[in-house]
Every structure is written in structure tokens, then in C-alpha cells.
């Protein structure tokens, strides 16, 4: 299994650019999670889908972060107009409804993307 | 709503035993992951508690006491690679995880 993908592993932008960041979650996991991780505020849950429904955005900053999961193995997360506040590792995470041979609920996390807004 | 409590920093010796704490305050509880994090790199898991006691993985255990809020990670026997972030997290009634600031150990020669 290739666990979870993350492109771009590296971006770096403008302020007021539009940012996309890209997942593919584990094939078969029910659930996608997208986190932020800065040294400030540690590892922050902005977003997660079942079964490709947005089910709690509460995690969410702003308005201008936006995510979708058009399907079961791909979801995006842009940020429009990006802002320097916004730098930061940002974290896809992907688990099955149920797995006997893991604790439930466990997540699995992608390598990350760096992100640097100037 | 979940609060979280671990140190941010430790450091210690090569071999040595080192044990990370956690509290945390949570409006539902229904388990307690830890979760590894070197730098530069996604978290992993490490190891999970759902019922009072101690669960033995190797050099790593993880106790858990649900009266108190309250759990630890023991590493034993450190090597340089242990150097690195632990994460506490905890997965509440809505089968969803709130994590730690994590504590990141530093393994000295």
C-alpha cells in the first residue's frame, strides 16, 4: 500500500495567491482528515469527510479556506486568498470505518506540505 | 469541548528511561493514542489505551488511568532515533482525535 499522498510536498507562494494543496487517501479508508501544524498552535483539525461529505468544518479559519472531496480517493484543500498567517504543515490523514487489526479509529497520516505564504 | 496538557520539552541520555506525561479534560472519552513525530515528517502511531492500565509494546509502554485524566509514555533503553515529538491525542465521543502540542525529546549521547 502506498499510504497517504500529498502533493505538493513544498510550496511556496504570494501573499494573495491562491493555494491548492492535493490528497489521496489509503484506498478503501472511509474517512479523510485534513490537520495544520504549526510550532504555535501544535496539530489542529481544520476539516474531515465520511464517505466524501464534509461532516465537521468547524476546524476551518476562515472563509478562505475551502475543501472538497469530489471522491473516494482524491480532496483538495484551497486557501484564497493565502496570507503569510497561513505558513504552515498541512496534514492528510485517512482511516477505515472499522479495522480489527488496528485500534479503532486509528489515522493515518501523509508526508505533509510545507507551506510558506510571503 | 477537549484540553490537553503535555511538557513541551525533555531531554535525555542515551539508554536512560524517560517518561512523557499527559492530562487531559475531555467532554467524552472513548481511548488514548500516542503518536511519534520525527521532524520533517508525518505523525505515527505508536500506541493506543482504552482501559486503565498498562500496555507494553517493546521499549515503548503507555498507561492510561480514566479517573485521573491522565496517561504516560515510557521509553526505555533510548537510542538516538527516539529523538523526536510525541503526541498525545484523544478520541472523544465523536470517534475523532484532538491532539497535544506534542513534547519533543531530544536524546543526548
Known amino acids: 500500500d502506498a499510504g497517504v499522498i500529498q502533493s505538493p510536498r513544498h510550496e511556496v507562494t504570494e501573499m494573495g495567491q491562491e493555494v491548492t494543496l492535493r490528497c489521496k487517501p489509503i484506498s478503501g479508508h472511509d474517512y479523510l482528515f485534513w490537520y495544520r501544524q504549526t510550532m504555535m498552535r501544535g496539530l489542529e483539525l481544520l476539516i474531515y469527510f465520511n464517505n466524501n461529505v464534509p461532516i465537521d468544518d468547524s476546524g476551518m479559519p476562515e472563509d478562505r479556506f475551502s475543501a472538497k472531496m469530489p471522491n473516494a480517493s482524491f480532496s483538495t484543500l484551497k486557501i484564497q486568498p493565502s496570507e503569510p498567517r497561513d505558513s504552515a504543515v498541512y496534514f492528510c490523514?485517512?482511516?477505515?470505518?472499522?479495522?480489527?487489526?488496528?485500534?479503532?479509529?486509528?489515522?493515518?497520516f501523509g508526508p505533509g506540505t510545507r507551506l510558506t505564504v510571503l | 469541548g477537549q484540553n490537553i496538557d503535555q511538557p513541551t520539552e525533555m531531554t535525555a541520555t542515551e539508554g536512560a528511561i524517560v517518561q512523557i506525561n499527559c492530562t487531559y479534560q475531555?467532554?467524552?472519552?472513548?481511548?488514548l493514542f500516542w503518536y511519534q513525530q520525527h521532524a520533517g515528517e508525518a505523525p505515527t502511531f505508536l500506541s493506543y489505551n482504552v482501559l486503565d492500565g498498562l500496555e507494553e509494546k517493546g521499549r515503548f509502554s503507555s498507561f492510561l488511568s480514566r479517573s485521573k485524566g491522565y496517561s504516560y509514555l515510557l521509553l526505555k533503553e533510548l537510542q538516538m532515533k527516539d529523538s523526536a515529538s510525541y503526541l498525545c491525542?484523544?478520541?472523544?465521543?465523536?470517534?475523532?482525535?484532538?491532539f497535544g502540542s506534542g513534547t519533543q525529546l531530544t536524546v543526548l549521547p
Open positions: 491525542a484523544v478520541r472523544g465521543s465523536a470517534r475523532q482525535l484532538t
Open positions: 490523514a485517512s482511516r477505515p470505518d472499522l479495522l480489527a487489526e488496528a485500534p479503532p479509529d486509528t489515522q493515518y
Open positions: 475531555t467532554s467524552g472519552f472513548n481511548g
